[in-house]
Nanobody, 126 residues
Framework: QVQLVESGGGLVQAGGSLRLACAAS????????MAWFRQAPGKEREFVAA???????????LYADSVKDRFTISRPNAKNTGYLQMNSLKPEDTAVYYC????????????????WGQGTQVTVSS
């Protein structure tokens, strides 16, 4: 079984920072990917960032244009927890953030991910 649990969300002022964590269990030793998506009230779920794990090391992350240069996704080698470092937060970053995982390489498409966490709320005040 695969289980993903997000943590680290909260309330922060614009310009502040948060680090989200995604603790994973049940993932195999084979290639897999971890991603972050977010969904704001009344909006569709959107891609945030993703990173792949080959069994040897993690690959470089890919990012949505809206968060590039502000957010950093990481997945330390030989560890079961990934992170999303969010800096220079803006009110438009407010959303529920979800961690997702899939077998294979990282993609930007939510429908390609098989496993999802429960979500963690990020609220950025102005």
């Amino acid at each position: 079984q695969v289980q993903l649990v997000e943590s680290g969300g909260g309330l922060v002022q614009a310009g502040g920072s948060l680090r989200l964590a995604c603790a994973a269990s049940g993932l195999t030793f084979s290639m897999n990917a971890m991603a972050w998506f977010r969904q704001a009230p009344g909006k569709e779920r959107e891609f945030v960032a993703a990173i792949s794990w080959s069994g040897w090391s993690s690959a470089g992350g890919l990012y949505a244009d809206s968060v590039k240069d502000r957010f950093t996704i990481s997945r330390p080698n030989a560890k079961n927890t990934g992170y999303l470092q969010m800096n220079s937060l803006k009110p438009e970053d407010t959303a529920v953030y979800y961690c997702a995982a899939r077998t294979g390489w990282s993609t930007r498409n939510s429908y390609e991910y098989d496993y999802w966490g429960q979500g963690t709320q990020v609220t950025v005040s102005s």
